[in-house]
């Protein structure tokens, strides 16, 4: 089992920036896939959105609404994947969930960001 607990969700204004923190109960090493999924305001759960994923072989996959402001990264060591948002907008809006997809599907309580002026 693998827990991942997500932080530095918050409220920002249009064009500011936010880092997503997602920190795992242990090695990320050999989970395949870890990514940041939201879920706009209004929608159900089930109906996240693939933000930015990067497999253990650093093959990453954005968005294309966040191509060009979002950045993932992977460290293992730290247990941790970071997601750098820079240039954010009102629909950045949403529940921010980190997943870990390997053997098992593992998902993150979520944090909250607000692009708003």
């Known amino acids: 089992q693998v827990q991942l607990a997500e932080s530095g969700g918050g409220l920002v204004q249009p064009g500011g920036s936010l880092t997503l923190s997602c920190l795992a109960s242990r090695s990320i090493f050999s989970i395949n896939l870890m990514g940041w999924y939201r879920q706009p305001p209004g929608k159900e759960r089930e109906e996240r959105e693939l933000v930015a994923s990067m497999t253990s072989g650093g093959i990453v996959n954005y968005a294309d609404s966040v191509k060009g402001r979002f950045t993932i990264s992977r460290h293992s060591a730290q247990n941790t994947v970071y997601l750098q948002m820079n240039s954010l907008k009102p629909e950045d809006t949403g529940v921010y969930y980190c997943?870990?997809?390997?053997?098992?599907?593992?998902w993150g309580q979520g944090t909250q960001v607000t692009v708003s002026s």
């Open positions: 997943r870990g997809l390997g053997k098992y599907d593992y």
